[in-house]
């Protein structure tokens, strides 16, 4: 999508609500602003914390990989919540 908007004398832009929408951006999310030549970008800046945004759902990034099964590790918490491990 191509859009020329304004910018106003403090400088701020109002990015279209469609566009908002699209990326699930909501107040006070924070982008990153990159300026090449006459181009300027704003993106999602990289994950620095184990907690991300994607997609407008919050996500845990531990960093480890995992050979194990997903629904195995969350059966396996249940059973020990409700003391129903198996031995």
Same mark, same amino acid.
């Given at each position: 999508?191509? &859009? ?17 929408? &699209? ?5 006070? +999310?924070?982008?990153?602003?990159? =300026? =090449?030549? !006459? ?7 990289? $994950? ?13 990034? =531990?960093?480890? &990989? ?5 629904? +195995?590790?969350? !059966? ?8 129903? $491990?198996? =031995?």
């Amino acid at each position: 999508m191509t &859009k020329t908007i304004p910018m106003d004398r403090a400088g701020r832009i109002v990015l279209p609500k469609p566009i908002r929408d &699209k990326l699930r951006l909501h107040a006070g +999310d924070r982008l990153e602003l990159e =300026s =090449s030549g !006459d181009c300027i970008t704003l993106r999602f800046p990289p $994950a620095s914390t184990p907690l991300c945004k994607e997609q407008g759902v919050w996500v845990y990034r =531990s960093g480890k &990989k995992t050979n194990e099964s997903i629904p +195995d590790l969350v !059966d396996g918490v249940r059973n020990e919540r409700l003391g129903t $491990a198996e =031995s």
